[in-house]
């Protein structure tokens, strides 16, 4: 069965980081591309950032280009997000999920709640 | 940027109706279409992919349909656990994007 587990959510000073981590199994890690998607509270989903299989390429949306990077350790099984200069508009829900065979992102962890405020 | 605009925000409909919701892409995103359910306090789940391709272990009563840039996720015979919010999704191009949901709550 897949697993995506979130961690390092809380509560952060504007200005300072955060780092996220996203522990998978019941799948082959290193063969999918793997992307972070928040949710603001009583908002949309928004895409984050995505990272290919093997760490070559990443893609991310405006609003965080500069500020965060996506990143992966294919020996641990681990997807991370580190997440810089953080502003107020960056309080959300973070999802890891898994892009499998057909592109999509077919599975997700259940989400670490970032908090952003003085 | 794509925009996917989605309709209705939100709607209410009965046990054993059938209901549609649409979501209209900016541009040519091909196939390249899905859409999640999401139910209170818990992750997405995909239901459709390929716009028109039934997740593993999704009811039959959903189905996706696409015309032109026009897609639609319909839902037949509802049941109370159809309640949630539902999000359409292009991953044709970078910035992938979402449409901005529709609450579907069963009356």
Same mark, same amino acid.
């Given at each position: 069965? $897949?697993?995506? $587990? ?5 509560l952060v000073?504007?200005g300072?980081s955060? #780092? ?5 199994? %019941? &799948?082959? &890690? @290193?063969?999918?591309?793997m992307?972070?998607v928040?949710?603001?509270?009583? #908002?949309?989903l928004?895409? $984050?950032?995505?990272i @290919?299989y093997d %760490? ?7 609003s965080? #280009?500069?500020? &965060?990077?996506?990143? /992966?350790?294919?020996? #641990?099984?681990?997807l991370y997000?580190q997440?810089?200069?953080?502003r107020s508009?960056?309080?959300a829900?973070?999802y890891?999920?898994?892009? %499998?065979l /057909? ?5 997700? %962890?259940?989400g670490?709640? $970032?908090?952003?405020?003085s | 940027d794509?925009? +996917?605009?989605?309709?209705p925000?939100? +709607?209410?409909?009965?046990l ?25 306090g818990?992750?997405p789940?995909? +239901?459709? =992919?390929?716009?028109?391709n ?5 009811p039959? !009563?959903?189905?996706?349909? !696409? ?7 319909t839902?037949?015979s509802?049941g =109370?656990?159809d ?10 191009e ?6 901005s949901?529709t ?5």
């Amino acid at each position: 069965e $897949v697993q995506l $587990v979130e961690s390092g959510g809380g509560l952060v000073q504007p200005g300072r980081s955060l #780092k996220l981590s996203c522990a998978a199994s %019941g &799948f082959t &890690f @290193s063969d999918y591309n793997m992307a972070w998607v928040r949710q603001a509270p009583k #908002k949309g989903l928004e895409w $984050v950032a995505t990272i @290919s299989y093997d %760490g070559s390429s990443t893609y991310y949306r405006d609003s965080v #280009k500069g500020r &965060f990077t996506i990143s /992966r350790d294919n020996a #641990k099984s681990t997807l991370y997000l580190q997440m810089d200069s953080l502003r107020s508009e960056d309080t959300a829900t973070y999802y890891c999920a898994s892009e %499998g065979l /057909r592109d999509v992102m077919d599975a997700w %962890g259940q989400g670490a709640s $970032v908090t952003v405020s003085s | 940027d794509i925009q +996917m605009t989605q309709s209705p925000s939100s +709607m209410s409909a009965s046990l054993g109706d059938t209901v549609t919701i649409n979501c209209l892409a900016s541009q040519d995103i091909g196939n390249y279409l899905s859409w999640y359910q999401q139910k209170p306090g818990k992750s997405p789940k995909l +239901m459709i =992919y390929g716009a028109t391709n039934l997740e593993d272990g999704v009811p039959s !009563r959903f189905s996706g349909s !696409r015309s032109g840039s026009d897609y639609s996720l319909t839902i037949n015979s509802l049941g =109370y656990d159809d309640e949630g919010i539902y999000h359409c999704h292009q991953y044709y191009e970078y910035p992938l994007t979402f449409g901005s949901g529709t609450k579907l709550e069963i009356k």
